[in-house]
């Protein structure tokens, strides 16, 4: 069993930065594919970005330019830069960890708890 556990959300102002973070629990999960999905209420969990185990990464459109994810995969961990943020980027922010690329909600096997990022304007 993996566990995923989050930190770094919050609130920051237009424009803003915040990293998050992701820790998984169990050293295997460095060989998965880690990344963000976010949520806002009702809307449907749309990926943020991913990044595999040899470094291949993929971006949501939303993001793109904005967002980077990396990882440290020795300390099976795995961060979100988050920059020129606005409010339709708030949202619970899930780490997700999985077998293949966690390009989609069905291909996650391990998911974080959630943190909250909330953007105001």
């Known amino acids: 069993q993996v566990q995923l556990v989050e930190s770094g959300g919050g609130l920051v102002q237009t424009g803003g930065s915040l990293t998050l973070t992701c820790a998984a629990s169990?050293?295997?999960?460095?060989?998965?594919?880690m990344g963000w999905f976010r949520q806002a209420p009702g809307k449907q969990r749309e990926l943020v970005a991913y990044i595999t185990f040899d470094g291949v990464r993929k971006y949501g459109d939303s993001v793109k330019g904005r967002f980077a994810i990396f990882r440290e995969n020795a300390k099976n961990t795995v961060y979100l830069q988050m920059s020129s943020l606005n409010p339709d980027d708030t949202a619970a922010y899930y780490c997700?960890?999985?077998?293949?690329?966690?390009?989609?909600?069905?291909?996650?096997?391990?998911w974080g708890q959630g943190t909250r990022v909330t953007v105001s304007s």
């Open positions: 997700a960890a999985g077998a293949v690329r966690t390009e989609i909600p069905d291909n996650v096997n391990y």
């Open positions: 169990v050293g295997a999960a460095a060989t998965y594919s």
